[in-house]
């Protein structure tokens, strides 16, 4: 009984943290949204991205202390200009969408935000994990084995 016990303890556990998209299904997901070759950038620089801006967490948040804006989801999008966290001043909210949806498991809203952000300037370079990890980089690792 005891046993049974923990393990119902442990699956509770697992069933409320953050679900973890691993890459291949991560690439599957981002194709099937049309990410690939989207403004010219192949999929392997979103899976970097996902990669090292959140290691695949769809749930995770990293807050700038700087500018006391944060970033939300799988790609680490900032609540300064992007979405609306009701907590970051003078917020621009370009993508039109609360925070929380970049958190969610569903990663729809988060694609969607995130074909808005590249549209800017600033391309991919508006991320500093993409720039710190990806650019000029045979990226090919990140789709490998995926069968896409």
């Known amino acids: 009984m005891k046993a049974l016990l923990s393990l119902g303890l442990l699956l509770l556990s697992v069933t409320v943290q953050a679900k973890v998209c691993k890459h291949c299904k991560l690439v599957t997901l981002l194709k099937s949204h049309g990410m690939d070759g989207y403004r010219g ?47 970051t001043l003078r917020a621009v909210n370009a993508c039109g969408i609360p925070c929380s949806a970049l958190l969610l498991d569903d990663i729809t809203q988060a694609i969607k935000c995130a074909k808005t952000v590249v549209k800017s300037p600033e391309d991919m370079k508006i991320w500093v994990a993409w720039r710190n990890h990806c650019p000029n980089r045979d990226l090919t690792q990140y789709i490998g084995n995926c069968g896409v």
Not at 44 to 52: D, I, K
Not at 53 to 70: A, E, F, M
């Open 41 to 87: 950038l192949n999929m392997t620089n979103w899976v970097c991205l996902a990669q090292h801006g959140s290691n695949y967490n769809t749930q995770i948040t990293n807050y700038n202390p700087g500018d006391q804006s944060t970033n939300y989801g799988i790609f680490q999008i900032n609540s300064r200009y992007w979405c609306n966290d009701d907590k």
